[in-house]
Structure formats: C-alpha cells, structure tokens
C-alpha cells in the first residue's frame, strides 16, 4: 500500500482485510477500468442506511416526513463534497491525465461519488456495523437537528414524499446512458414510477445531477396530470 494510501486509512480508522478495495474507491474511470462505480452504487445504499439510523436515534420525535428532509440535507453532494475535503481525498484520488488537467481532484461530484465508494468498500471489507460505524464517524462533527428539515425539498426527495403520500413504492433511478471525455461526461439517467406506467430521462454532469434533472421532470409530469 502506498504512503498515501495508508494516511488515508489512518484517518478512516479502518484497517482494510483487502487493501485492493480501498485503492478501488479511490480510483476514478478516467483512470482505469478497475474503477469505483460500483462501490459508489453500493456506498450510496450503505450511506442513506447508516444515516436513517442515525437519525432515527438522535431525532427520536421527528415524524417520517422530517426525518426524510433531514437526511437528505445530510446526503446531498455538497455535504458528502465538504466531508471528502475533510478526508483530504483530493490528493489520494487517482484520475486520469485529461481529468486531473480538468481539476477533476476538486470537483464536487467526483469527491462525493468517491466517498461513497469508500463507505462501500468498508461495508465490502468488514460488514454493515463497520460501514455504519465509519459513517458515523464521518458525520460526527456535523450539526444535526430538526431545523435542518425546513430546508429547501430537492427534487428526489420531494418525488419521494409525494409517492409516500399516496402510499406507492419509490421510483426506481438508472444510468441510460453517457456521453463525452472522461473528463467531460453527461449523464442520461432514467426516472420510473412502474405503477403509474411512467418514465421520464434527465441529464447531467453527475449521476446524481442527472437524477435530480429527471426527478425534476417527474414532478413537472405528474403536476400535468394531476
């Protein structure tokens, strides 16, 4: 393991089983095609789990709708941005030559998508209460209270409530396609609601980006029909 490597295990408090997975989560697919994604798809559900319950014990009197609001302040890409600068992951990140020219190793979404790949790697490494136990660690020194939930809704969330509401599952997101330099991709992604038989596309900079533009479209979709 490389000198930056081991720093940066230091300040995850994890000492990896697999060494290879934290180089993995480190690792942007401008770089190589043993790349982070799939650790990021895997750290994004460890993360929103690990918060729930975080919530759910310190927030004990919020209802569904508040604990919600609150998490999604907690997870959104400029809170898990702020958390990677803390991790010092600019440094270790590893990119290609077009991205790191690009300033790929500062932007926010590739920060945010390379923190969750290292939650996923943890959860990969040593199991869910390690992951869990990582997280909290990382939200540790983050305010968190119930004013955090007046916050402004993102389109995801307020898609969500709105589902909730009418007792109907969560819409289900994928990547439809991508476009571009490694350095420059647009993301297509793909918005369901399978039992209102609807299906609407968003694009953007960032996987989440272009979830947030299609859960955008969504809402505008289901105010027509309303």
Known sequence: MSPDLSA?????????????????????RSFSADHNERLEFLGD????????????????????GDLSRVRANLVKEDTLHQLALRLQLPPVLRLGEGESRSGGKQRASILADALEALIGAV???????????LVHRLFQDVE????????????????QEW????KMKLPQYHVVSTAGAAHSQTFEVACEIPELGLAVRGTGASR???????????LATLKVKK
Request: charge should be positive; glycine fraction near 4%.
């Open 8 to 28: 940066l295990q230091a300040r995850l408090q994890h000492p990896f089983a697999d060494p290879a997975l934290l180089q993995r989560a480190v690792t942007h």
């Open 45 to 64: 559900s460890v993360l929103n789990l690990a918060v729930s319950s975080l919530l759910f014990r310190r927030l004990s009197s919020l209802p569904e």
């Open 123 to 133: 959860y990969l490494d040593a199991g869910f209460s390690s992951a869990e136990a």
């Open 144 to 159: 968190i209270n119930p004013q955090m939930q007046a916050a402004a809704k993102d389109a995801k969330t307020a898609l």
């Open 163 to 166: 589902l909730q509401g009418r």
């Open 208 to 218: 989440r980006a272009g979830e947030q533009a299609a859960a955008t479209t969504m």
